[in-house]
């Protein structure tokens, strides 16, 4: 648990952190930064999605690593700052909803981002050997192959065998719950990776 079942506050501890978690993980950096610097509406280009890999759509390299950060600083911060009031077991429920409300955002009726880098950074966050494999995972993947969509499911799909091998059944639990989200927000780009039509890192869609 993570405080004591009698103490008073536990209610309201817990959904304190998930709204937190919740509310900053629903920032849409790719959409703000987009917009702030005369890219329009990125909702309006490529595929649609708020996440990097579109913003590099724009044709700004800066915008997207920038967007990369933001996002996966989102799941980082949202684990971090919630572990230090409330403990690990907390911080992990913080940074799932963090994770939730990237995919998830309330400001945009709920269609946000893949959540991607938002799983990456809660992944460094929350067990930093875990986070570095599934980064590694994702970076070697797209290096082979060009695919971004598929680099993610990689990382996605092996995270929790990082997680069982490094750290305990909680992180095992997060990893395999994100990466469920993940497929799921994937099923077009799987669908289009199966036909052969999904469009590599860096091409026009």
Known sequence: MFVTS???????????AMAAGYLLGSIPFGLILSRIFG????????????????????????????TLILDGG???AAFLLVKHMGGPGLAILAGG???????????????GGKG?????????AAAWPV?????????????????SSLAALAAAALTPAYGYVFHDLW????ASFCAILIF??????????????????????
Not at 6 to 16: C, T
Not at 131 to 147: D, E, H, K, P, S
Not at 184 to 205: C, D, K, M, T, Y
Request: proline share 4%; charged share 15%.
């Open 6 to 16: 009698g103490a008073p506050n536990f209610d309201w501890l817990v959904a304190g």
């Open 39 to 66: 890219k329009g509406d990125i909702r309006q280009i490529g595929s649609g999605n708020i996440g990097a890999t579109n913003v590099l759509r724009t044709g700004s390299k800066p915008l997207a690593l920038a």
């Open 74 to 76: 989102k799941g980082a």
């Open 97 to 111: 909803c963090a994770f939730v409300g990237h995919i998830f955002p309330i400001w945009l009726k709920f269609n």
């Open 116 to 124: 991607v880098a938002t799983f990456l950074g809660l992944m460094l």
């Open 131 to 147: 986070g570095l494999l599934a980064c590694a995972t994702w970076l070697a993947v797209a290096a082979i192959f060009r695919y």
């Open 171 to 174: 992180h095992v639990e997060l």
């Open 184 to 205: 799921i927000r994937h099923r077009a780009n799987i669908q289009r990776l199966l036909n052969q039509q999904e469009p590599r890192i860096g091409a026009e869609r």
